[in-house]
C-alpha cells in the first residue's frame, strides 16, 4: 500500500471518529424519538421471551432496519452501549455517504463537503429521532453515487442497497429511484434542450400534490418553500439556532453565486443543478403530513424529511467551487457556533433526565407512568424521554408506537402495558386525557419548576391538569 493511500486511509479514519464524537460526549444521546425507539426495542425482546401480554411484533418490511438494529444489540451490550452503537452506525452511514455523493463527479472538497455532511449529519431529522428515514436516507446516498460514478454494471451491482434501504424506510428509495429514472432519460437527451424534461418533472411533482389532495387528509403550505437550501435542518430548539443557520446559508449563496457567475445558462443542464431542483419541488409541492389509512397517525415532517435530501444536493452542486478565505470561515463558524449549542442544549437535557431517573427510580416496579415533561420557561422538549427513563423498570403507558401502527410492536386494546389508541395517546400529548378505571394503578411524571416530580393520578383527572394540582 502506497504512502499516498495510507495516508488517506489514516484522514478518514480521522474523520469518522470526528463525526462520532456527538454520539459519546454526553451521558446519553439526545434525539425525541431515539427514547421511544430503545425502549420499544426492549418491549420487543419482552414479546419474544412471552412477558408482554396483549403486546405482539407486526411483521413488516419498512420502517423497521434501525429498530432491529437497537432490538439486538440490547440484550447483548446494554441500552447505553446500544444506543450509541446504532446510532453511530447510522451517523456514519449518512454522513460518508453524503460526502461520497457530493464529491462523486469531482475532487474531494473537504472545505466544503465535511462541515456539509457534519452539520446536516446532526441536523433535525436526527435531533428528532427519525433515523429508520435517516438511515435509509444515508443508504440511499451511497447507492445514488455509485448509480451517477459508475456504467450499467455498476448501477446493476448497487441495486440491493435499495433493498436494504427499504428496510430502513420507504421515502428515501421513492425519491432516489425516481432521481435515478429521470437521470437514466436525461443522459440521452442534449443538454441544451434538457430544460424540457426538467419541467416535466416538475409537473409530475405538481400533479402527485394534487393527487395526494384528492386521496388523503394532508397538511400544506406554500412556506415549505424556504427549505430547499436544506440549511434549516440547523434551525432547532430556539432562536439561538439563528446563528449557525445564518452562517450556513451565506457560505452556500455566496458560492452559488459564484457558481452561476461561472457556468451561466450551462448550470440549468448540469445534472447535478436538475437534481437539486427536482428534490427543490418535491420539498414545495408535497403535502408536509399526509394521514394514510392503514395508519393512526399522520406521516409528517415530509418537506423537512425531502430538504435534507436536498441540503446534500445542493453541496454537491457546489464541489466545484473552490472555496476561499470568507466561505471557508463562514463554514468553520457555522460548525463551531452549531455544536457548541447541541452540547449546550445536550447537557442541559441530560440534567433533567437524571432527575426523571431518579424520580422514576422511587416508583413501584412495572407499574404503568405517563410522562408530561413540559414547560414555557424550557424551550427543548423531553417528548419521550420517560421511555427512556422506564427501560427495563416499568411501561411508558402513552408510549406512542404501538397506538401509531406505523411500527412493528403492536398493542390489543385493554392491554396492561400501553395505549392501545392513538386517540388516548394524543389526549395524553395535548394535556386533555381523562384518566379512565382501567388506567389504574397510574403515575404521573412531570417538571415542577426546574425539578421532576411525581404522583400518582386518580379516576377522573385531567392529566394536562395534574401537574398543577400536584404542586
Request: with cysteine.
Amino acid at each position: 500500500m502506497s504512502e499516498v493511500a495510507k495516508s488517506s486511509i489514516a484522514a478518514d479514519l480521522v474523520v469518522s471518529v470526528a463525526l462520532l464524537i456527538p454520539c459519546v460526549w454526553q451521558e446519553r444521546i439526545q434525539a425525541i424519538d431515539l427514547p421511544s425507539h430503545v425502549y420499544n426495542a426492549w418491549l420487543a425482546n419482552l414479546i419474544a421471551r412471552g412477558q408482554a401480554a396483549g403486546l405482539w411484533i407486526q411483521h413488516q418490511w419498512n420502517n423497521v432496519l434501525f429498530d432491529w438494529m437497537l432490538a439486538w444489540l440490547l440484550p447483548r451490550v446494554g441500552a447505553s452501549a446500544a444506543q450509541r452503537i446504532a446510532v453511530g452506525a447510522a451517523v456514519l452511514v449518512f454522513a460518508w455517504g453524503a460526502m461520497f455523493l457530493i464529491g462523486h463527479g469531482g475532487r474531494r472538497n473537504r472545505w466544503l463537503a465535511l462541515p456539509c455532511a457534519g452539520v446536516l449529519a446532526y441536523g433535525f431529522i436526527f435531533q428528532a429521532g427519525f433515523f429508520n428515514f435517516y438511515l435509509g436516507l444515508g443508504i440511499c446516498f451511497w447507492y445514488l453515487a455509485l448509480f451517477l460514478s459508475g456504467g450499467a454494471r455498476t448501477r446493476l451491482l448497487a441495486m440491493p442497497l435499495l433493498l436494504v434501504a427499504w428496510l430502513a424506510h420507504p421515502m428515501p428509495v421513492v425519491w432516489v429511484v425516481g432521481l435515478a429514472a429521470y437521470v437514466m432519460i436525461a443522459e440521452r437527451i442534449p443538454p441544451r434542450v434538457r430544460w424540457v424534461i426538467l419541467a416535466a418533472g416538475a409537473v409530475v411533482l405538481l400533479a402527485a400534490h394534487f393527487l395526494i389532495q384528492l386521496r388523503y387528509p394532508y397538511t400544506w403550505s406554500i412556506g415549505q418553500a424556504w427549505q430547499v437550501t436544506g440549511a434549516p435542518q440547523v434551525l432547532l430548539f430556539s432562536a439561538k439556532y439563528d446563528l449557525p443557520y445564518g452562517l450556513l446559508l451565506a457560505a452556500w449563496l455566496m458560492l452559488l453565486w459564484r457558481l452561476a457567475r461561472k457556468q451561466g445558462r450551462r448550470l440549468l443542464a448540469d445534472l447535478r443543478f436538475q437534481m437539486w431542483a427536482l428534490t427543490a419541488v418535491a420539498v414545495t409541492v408535497i403535502p408536509s403530513a399526509i394521514t394514510f389509512p392503514q395508519y393512526a397517525l399522520a406521516f409528517s415532517f415530509i418537506s423537512l424529511r425531502f430538504s435534507l435530501a436536498a441540503g446534500v444536493l445542493l453541496c454537491g452542486l457546489l464541489n466545484e467551487v473552490e472555496l476561499r478565505v470568507p466561505e471557508k470561515a463562514l463554514l468553520m463558524m457555522c460548525v463551531v457556533s452549531y455544536f457548541g449549542l447541541l452540547f449546550a442544549d445536550g447537557r442541559m437535557l441530560n440534567r433533567v433526565e437524571d432527575r426523571l431517573d431518579a424520580v422514576v427510580g422511587q416508583l413501584p416496579t412495572n407499574t404503568r407512568v405517563i410522562g408530561r415533561l413540559r414547560s414555557i420557561t424550557m424551550p427543548i422538549q423531553l417528548l419521550h424521554a420517560v421511555d427512556r427513563a422506564c427501560l427495563g423498570y416499568c411501561y411508558s403507558y402513552a408510549n406512542y408506537e404501538p397506538a401509531s401502527r406505523q411500527f412493528r410492536v403492536r398493542a390489543a386494546a385493554g392491554n396492561p402495558i400501553v395505549m392501545a389508541d392513538y386517540h388516548d395517546v394524543s389526549a395524553v400529548e395535548r394535556g386533555d386525557y381523562r384518566v379512565q378505571a382501567r388506567d389504574l394503578p397510574l403515575f404521573l411524571v412531570y417538571l415542577c419548576g426546574a425539578e421532576v416530580c411525581a404522583r400518582e393520578l386518580r379516576e377522573g383527572e385531567v392529566v394536562g391538569g395534574a401537574e398543577a394540582a400536584g404542586k
